[in-house]
């Protein structure tokens, strides 16, 4: 892969990032070990997958900067996949049930950052928790001292318009809000992950803190 068009593409999302208190996770699940490195020798720290056994392979083939590495976490996670990663994520971005908690606190070494995965559009096709069952969820993980929840992710419908984006991105916003004003210590829930390579924009402008950014950093401009 190019590596003067990444740091062209890379660039922009930076300046897109810039007047935002935002930072991104590069989504290297679609790219190789090599175009990683690149990444890092772009200055990018924070690397997002979505696959146990290529997460695992790719800290592998990066095993002398992988420590430098900050790695995200951002697929669905099988319960019994749990033991062999989450040890090495520093974030989960796809607590999306409470069983998913429960492993964690079996196997994770300690506490795990984790966001909690909203489902704000409703979409049969996306997991996690439907948006009046999130402070409930909060609730009950307070006994799972291995889980923090730093904060809230969702993913907007791909066919979803400018409008719509606002509105879902808007609406976990507001969830988190509440999470935020009941001051639990289990889950301060100061940050939201939403925002992908075609929306990450509005999401910044409806308060993103993480923003996962792929296919807007290795496409042909």
Not at 1 to 15: F, G, Q, W, Y
Not at 47 to 70: C, P, V, W, Y
Not at 92 to 117: G, M, N, P
Not at 162 to 191: D, G, M, S
Request: aromatic letters at 8%.
């Amino acid at each position: 892969m190019d590596k003067e068009r990444i740091a062209k593409n890379l660039a922009k999302v930076k300046k897109d990032i810039a007047p935002y208190r935002a930072k991104l996770v590069a989504v290297t699940k679609f790219v190789d070990a090599k175009t990683t490195r690149e990444l890092y020798d772009l200055g990018v720290r924070d690397m997002g997958e979505n696959r146990s056994d290529k997460f695992l392979a790719k800290i592998e083939a990066l095993n002398d900067i992988q420590s430098e590495i900050t790695w995200h976490f951002i697929g669905h996670l099988q319960s019994r996949q749990v033991k062999l990663i989450i040890n090495q994520v520093d974030y989960l971005h796809s607590l999306d049930r409470l069983s998913l908690a429960k492993e964690i606190q079996k196997r994770a070494d300690q506490a795990v950052k984790c966001f909690l995965q909203v489902n704000v559009s409703g979409e049969e096709t996306k997991g996690g928790f439907d948006p009046d069952r999130v402070m409930e969820a909060v609730e009950a993980i307070e006994v799972y001292d291995k889980v923090q929840i730093v904060g809230l992710m969702t993913m907007a419908p791909i066919d979803a318009g400018e409008t719509e984006l606002h509105h879902y991105f808007a609406e976990l916003k507001e969830i988190q809000q509440l999470i935020v004003r009941k001051n639990y210590p289990w889950a301060p829930c100061t940050e939201l992950s939403m925002g992908m390579s075609r929306d990450y924009q509005i999401a910044l402008e409806e308060g993103a803190t993480f923003i996962r950014v792929g296919s807007a950093l290795y496409d042909q401009k």
